[in-house]
């Protein structure tokens, strides 16, 4: 808490960082979603 008032620009980037992540997961859980109904279309 005092890293990101003292620098706020650390704090912008960590911030920057965890949405980064989060919208890597999203990703992640998206494409583990639909990969299986992509793949089974693929064989048919």
């Excluded at 005092?2 to 992640?28: A, D, E, K, V």
């Amino acid at each position: 808490m005092i890293l990101t008032i003292r620098h706020p620009l650390l704090g912008i980037h960590t911030l920057l960082l965890s949405f980064r992540l989060s919208q890597l997961r999203i990703l992640c859980l998206f494409f583990f979603w639909h990969f299986p109904s992509i793949s089974l279309n693929h064989l048919k």
